[in-house]
């Protein structure tokens, strides 16, 4: 093949999941190998680049590769013999095969022997920019479900969840015996309130949770490709389909797909989801065979079905199908007890991150207590990294916080026994955090580490806290 093959490609701005992500190309011609790094490059790869097989293996010794573009007509070295000594110094790498038309065979044979995708030649730029986007985002995809995977899973939550509350325990034994379920679960809840946080737990909590998880926000995606996001499409299918493509369906193969906002799926659509639940089998656009599928279905939403139901806006026997399984998250103003430990958590999340420390006065605590968070947990967050970014000293205060918390009035009460102050029924902020801090201690037979990890807050910080209620106790 001669760069001639090649057509030129507008600039890109590099996309986030390539970012760090190392790229060897092998190719004996080298117009080839600088036509192919300059594209890896421009989508935020590093790419190296090698001209024999024998090069490769060097590099392969030296170096940690993410992917590899591997001509399988390298002088000098079998293409199969090279991608099955790729794959034995990086088990974990990505291998994309280059073939010519003629030797289609050889590609499919690489592909059972653990080649991710191949590429024929000639082949333009504009089509290697498009698998080595999709390989980024696989990567991508491939890297968050291993972290998610190490997190230790503990009784006071599943995924990271935080809360204490009677609602989360519930909702903790409910998320329990469905993660080891294989039906079809509905996620209800507000907006913020955590809803794929609880479909990631179910199924990290499942015996699925060595498979993928691919969330799908099916109210972010364009309407009119919805269907090819979902069930993939074939080279032709439409103007610009320049080769196939799996759907987000067939790559959840063997794992979960979590249907996040399935209330804004269009109604044709609905009729094609419901099939592939029942019949678990999808037809790629353009396509005139079936494929088999086996995944497990998670949907969440923040609209009430059942009246949409009514309305006509969703199918009947769609929502039956994905309502075998149901759960209801509870709204943050729900759960009130549970907003101390959620600050505490995302405040010390930010302190190990900016290594500054920052604490909210105790008026300022009042103020977020006394909100109704119609944003949920979602909206705490992110009250507390704007507030956390713009206060220059060590204390939040009730004038730091966004004008509609800090301007709520406090509800008042007689305390009962004269003195004026309006607010004896309230349990002070920081008597509240102790009496949970020293409650989870007791609990857990003095186990600190356990206890702060339950709490969502660091041991260091912990253990200072301990220290001053130890030092408050001896002045009094």
């Not at 955590?194 to 099916?218: L, W």
């Not at 799996?246 to 979590?258: K, R, S, V």
């Not at 705490?380 to 956390?388: A, D, F, G, K, V």
Request: charged share 25%; hydrophobic share 40%.
């Amino acid at each position: 093949m001669t760069s001639a093959a090649f057509s030129p490609i507008a600039a890109t701005p590099q996309i986030e999941a390539a970012n760090f992500l190392n790229l060897l190309i092998v190719d004996d011609e080298r117009s080839i190998r600088e036509a192919c790094r300059e594209v890896a490059q421009s989508l935020g790869y590093t790419a190296y680049t090698a001209d024999s097989a024998e090069h490769a293996y060097r590099l392969l010794d030296t170096q940690a590769f993410d992917a590899v573009l591997l001509d399988l007509r390298l002088p000098g070295a079998g293409g199969l013999d090279a991608l099955r000594r790729i794959k034995e110094r990086r088990p974990e790498a990505i291998v994309i095969v280059v073939t010519g038309y003629g030797t289609v065979q050889s590609a499919v044979q690489a592909m059972k022997n653990g080649a991710y995708d191949y590429v024929t030649k000639p082949f333009s730029l504009d089509e290697l920019k498009l698998l080595l986007e999709r390989v980024a985002t696989h990567l991508k995809l491939k890297s968050e479900n291993r972290l998610l995977r190490e997190k230790v899973k503990s009784k006071q939550g599943f995924g990271g969840i935080v809360g204490r509350a009677p609602e989360m325990e519930k909702l903790y034994r409910i998320i329990a015996k469905a993660a080891n379920s294989v039906h079809p679960v509905l996620i209800l809840g507000e907006s913020g309130t955590g809803k794929e946080m609880v479909a990631r737990s179910i199924h990290y909590s499942g015996p699925f949770r060595d498979k993928p998880f691919i969330p799908v926000d099916c109210g972010s995606l364009v309407p009119t490709l919805i269907e090819s996001e979902l069930f993939g499409y074939v080279k032709g299918a439409f103007t610009g389909a320049n080769q196939s493509k799996d759907g987000l369906m067939a790559m959840a193969e063997g794992g979960t797909i979590f249907l996040d906002e399935v209330g804004e799926l269009p109604v044709d659509l609905q009729a094609k989801m419901l099939r592939a639940i029942q019949e678990k089998e999808i037809r790629p656009v353009g396509s005139t065979r079936r494929v088999p599928i086996n995944v497990r279905i998670l949907a969440a939403t923040n609209r009430d079905l059942e009246h949409a139901v009514m309305q006509g806006e969703f199918r009947r026997d769609l929502y039956f199908r994905l309502n075998v399984l149901s759960l209801r998250i509870p709204a943050l103003r729900e759960r009130r007890q549970d907003i101390p430990l959620l600050i505490g958590h995302f405040l010390d999340r930010m302190t190990r991150t900016s290594g500054l420390e920052k604490m909210l006065s105790d008026e300022a605590l009042k103020a977020m207590l006394a909100y109704d968070w119609p944003g949920n947990v979602r909206e705490l967050e992110n009250c507390l990294e704007r507030t956390y970014a713009f206060t220059s000293g060590p204390l939040i205060h009730t004038t730091d916080l966004p004008r509609e918390i800090a301007n709520l009035p406090l509800p008042e009460t007689s305390n009962g026994n004269g003195n004026g102050n309006g607010h004896g029924k309230i349990i002070p902020m920081a008597e509240l955090e102790k009496n949970t801090i020293l409650s989870a201690i007791t609990e857990l037979n003095g186990d600190k580490l356990q206890a702060a990890r339950l709490l969502g807050i660091g041991k260091t910080t912990l253990y200072r806290k301990l220290k001053d209620y130890a030092a408050h106790e001896f002045q009094s």
